[in-house]
């Protein structure tokens, strides 16, 4: 629908109105800044000037600490104040270059007045009139923005729901005070408005989509009421997108009692956390916790031991069986098994048996010498009552071998060494000795004036010190034999048939086993086994909690086992999940968890658990959707968004002798076509590597690894399973020929390096292509050789 030439005169002015109010609100609250900035100033420094301290009485004491606390309030009151002047002032920065960007116009059922909502970023009054000049796109009325088009409509309220009728729905593109663009819309969100954000450049950081949020993310956004919120979305359908909507959106409605540092976002790697993390910003809120899986493991068993970490474990899959040499086989059956919900109630009915038997402890050792022995801590740990949790019993243990450890500190003075260490004592370390004990003394009868008792007491003090590190550890519990226990799980054939069931035994189990111990043996945490270990570790020991935590968000779920989501489970046991994933795109070896949508859901229970589905395709032209959907099952389902472009092409060269130049003349003329992102997806950071060393010298590139800390646009070489979750203008597929992708576990991470071109996709072979282009629709992409 166009919009005449008289209202979009209309409109301009009723922007300049509003934009003229925000500017003077800007310089008002300028003004407010500065002075308050200047009272705070001022307080720090004269802050003792105004206080009275008289300790003379009681009476005046009592004064000094009124005095003082009252200049201590004046002081965080002012800094307050200059803090909430502060955030307004820059919230009304960025609403000053686009106040708004959607109208809607509401009659409510049984009111004549027709009421006018502008969306903006955040609220703005006109605090003369005590009218909204613009509302909040988070704020309930805003919601008929997304949900509706001209017609019935209704939104939720605290106070129940509204229903009325949407008389006129428009979108508006304003820069710099300037209306560039603006559409009436129909029920979805203005087509025209969509197509023109989504034909841009790809950006080195996620933008918000607050101005084009569809009614299907609108769902997502605004769901508050499930404890569990799964995702499960087609690529490019937006899921990174509405969770960080989300949370803002959270954040907004629960502003008094929630905080950003109260939600975390588990992502898939480091960069990734680099390329969402100006979303909150741009919309004004701080940003929430990031952080991976692994850097919460390493937290939790790093030093224990060398751990490796989840793309080492890929790229030893991706290298093949061949590549990999024997054993392959076995590890793969290890990855699968060692993930699976079977292990996880295996470790839990092993967990019960431990309860009854089979604990294992490391001795207590002093100097060389056993003081406690591990048969000793067993006897006593199962003499405890067996109704007391097993967690506890160790707490008991602990307190009791802190006891023998006290009653060895009695008698450990008299022992030669103790004898020969005083001896030995620098004359400082003496000095220092003696004075700790007189002052540990003092009240106390005793007294240095006998030379035995001195030296008696020097010697105590030495075995205390030598004491410190055993008493730590046992605080700490590192008695508990946590890796025999595992190990023992990979030992003893029986037990572990008693736990599985004996047919349910993995194949290759005698290997996995082998493997299993020498590493452990080694002190090596292979990454499949990194989340057994730590779960069995913290049945026995308690669970760590972070019990502040109200919103975990989880992107790529399909990436995680349910071992890892049991796990998340109970560290955040108040927090609400987000779980948003896509299963065509799990690209690990070990079953991923939404293949069984039951497994996910069991976690919390179908009653607190929803469900959402996306299938529409925003990221990628329609081509590419259309060429890229065929590669996995259910890919019919997947819809794309009607944006034209170019066929995907595909290249193909004899050998991999002419690919180097091939991609070479693609990256120039992509260049000369002004893309501005252009990745070369390889499979491995292996080939990554030597195809970087094959460009650096021609193009400016950069080369991306797990440790590459931040997303940056420009040319760059990536393996496609560091490339999730973000986009490209570009994206070359440096050898897509039958011999680098044709396992079936190969399919869904060529699926992902595919799917992250937004405009372009080139595809270069060296030999035959790859089965999974093979199987595509000749009409989908153009053959060029
Ligand atoms: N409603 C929308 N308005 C504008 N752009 C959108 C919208 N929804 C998604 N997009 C754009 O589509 C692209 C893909 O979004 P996003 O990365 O959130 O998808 P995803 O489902 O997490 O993708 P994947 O699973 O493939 O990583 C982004 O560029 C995003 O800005």
């Not at 919230?91 to 000053?96: Q, W, Y």
């Amino acid at each position: 629908m166009g919009v005449t030439e008289q209202q979009w005169r209309l409109e301009q002015a009723r922007v300049d109105e509003v934009t003229d109010k925000i500017e003077q609100r800007i310089q008002a609250l300028e003004l407010e800044t500065g002075s308050v900035k200047t009272e705070v100033v001022s307080i720090r420094k004269h802050f003792w000037d105004d206080v009275t301290i008289n300790l003379s009485t009681h009476e005046d004491k009592i004064e000094s600490y009124w005095s003082l606390r009252q200049q201590a309030e004046l002081l965080s009151e002012r800094e307050r104040s200059y803090r909430h002047a502060a955030e307004a002032l820059s919230k009304m920065k960025r609403l000053v270059r686009s106040p708004y960007f959607g109208r809607i116009d509401f009659q409510e059922d049984g009111d004549r007045r027709e009421e006018r909502i502008y969306l903006g970023i955040a609220t703005f009054l006109d605090e003369e009139q005590g009218s909204y000049l613009v509302y909040d796109w988070r704020a309930p009325i805003s919601s008929l923005y997304y949900d509706y088009g001209p017609g019935a409509a209704a939104y939720v309220t605290p106070a129940g729901d509204i229903h009325g009728t949407v008389t006129l729905k428009r979108q508006y593109v304003i820069r710099d005070g300037h209306i560039r663009l603006m559409f009436d819309t129909g029920v979805t969100i203005g087509d025209e408005l969509l197509q023109q954000v989504l034909s841009q450049s790809s950006d080195a950081q996620m933008r918000s989509i607050v101005a084009t949020i569809q009614r299907e993310q609108n769902r997502i956004i605004r769901n508050d009421h499930s404890r569990m919120l799964i995702v499960q979305g087609a690529a490019g359908s937006g899921k990174t997108s509405a969770a960080l909507q989300r949370a803002a959106y959270l954040l907004y409605k629960h502003r008094e009692t929630l905080k950003a540092d109260q939600m975390v976002l588990f992502s898939p790697n480091p960069m990734f956390n680099s390329y969402v993390s100006t979303v909150l910003p741009e919309l004004g809120e701080e940003n929430m916790e990031q952080t991976t899986f692994q850097q919460y493991l390493e937290k939790r068993l790093g030093r224990q031991f060398q751990l490796e970490d989840p793309f080492s474990q890929m790229e030893y899959v991706l290298s093949g069986p061949e590549a990999a040499g024997p054993g392959y086989a076995a590890r793969m059956e290890a990855v699968r098994y060692k993930a699976s919900t079977a292990f996880l109630h295996a470790i839990q009915t092993y967990k019960q048996e431990l309860e009854q038997a089979g604990m294992l402890f490391k001795p207590i050792r002093f100097r060389g010498r056993a003081v406690v022995s591990r048969e000793k801590m067993m006897e006593k740990f199962y003499a405890y009552d067996s109704s007391v949790r097993l967690p506890n019993r160790i707490v008991l243990l602990r307190d009791w071998l802190l006891n023998e450890i006290d009653a060895l500190e009695k008698t450990e003075w008299k022992q030669e060494w103790v004898e020969e260490q005083a001896e030995l004592l620098e004359p400082e370390d003496y000095m220092r000795s003696y004075k700790q004990l007189r002052k540990g003394m003092k009240g106390k009868d005793d007294s240095f004036d006998d030379f035995d008792r001195e030296k008696e007491l020097i010697c105590r003090s030495i075995v205390r010190e030598e004491l410190k590190p055993l008493r730590s550890k046992i605080r700490k519990l590192f008695f508990v034999d946590a890796r025999k226990l595992y190990m023992q799980l990979f030992s003893d054939e029986k037990l572990f048939e008693r736990l599985a069931g004996s047919d349910a035994v993995p194949a290759y189990w005698a290997e996995i086993c082998r493997e299993t111990l020498a590493k452990l043996e080694r002190k090596e945490l292979a990454y499949e086994d990194a989340t057994p270990y730590l779960y069995l570790q913290e049945l026995m020991l308690g669970f760590q909690t972070n019990t502040s935590v109200k919103h975990v968000m989880v992107d790529e779920i399909q990436d995680y086992s349910p071992f890892q989501l049991e796990f998340l489970k109970k560290l955040f046991p108040r927090a609400k999940m987000t779980a948003l994933g896509d299963l065509n795109q799990a690209i690990y070896a070990h079953a991923p968890v939404l293949e069984d949508v039951g497994t996910i859901i069991e976690l919390y229970g179908a009653d607190q658990t929803e469900l959402i589905r996306l299938t529409r395709s925003y990221r990628s032209t329609r081509q590419i959707v259309e060429f890229t959907r065929g590669m996995v099952p259910g890919g019919e389902t997947i819809e794309p968004f009607n944006r034209d472009g170019a066929k995907p092409t595909v290249t193909v060269m004899p050998d991999r002798e002419g690919l180097p130049a091939a991609v070479a003349s693609r990256i120039a003329s992509l260049r000369a076509e002004g893309c501005d992102s252009i990745a070369i997806i390889c499979k491995t950071a292996a080939e990554s590597a030597q195809v970087y060393d094959e460009f650096k010298e021609q193009f400016e590139l950069s080369l991306i690894t797990q440790y590459t800390p931040d997303f940056e646009r420009g040319t760059m070489v990536i393996p496609a399973y560091l490339a999730k979750g973000v986009e490209f203008d570009a994206v070359i597929i440096y050898d897509a020929g039958k011999l680098r992708y044709s396992r079936e576990n190969e399919r869904k991470l060529f699926y992902t390096a595919c799917t992250r071109a937004m405009h372009r996709l080139h595809l270069y072979a060296a030999g035959d292509v790859s089965p999974f282009i093979a199987e595509q629709h000749p009409d989908t992409y153009e053959f060029t050789g």
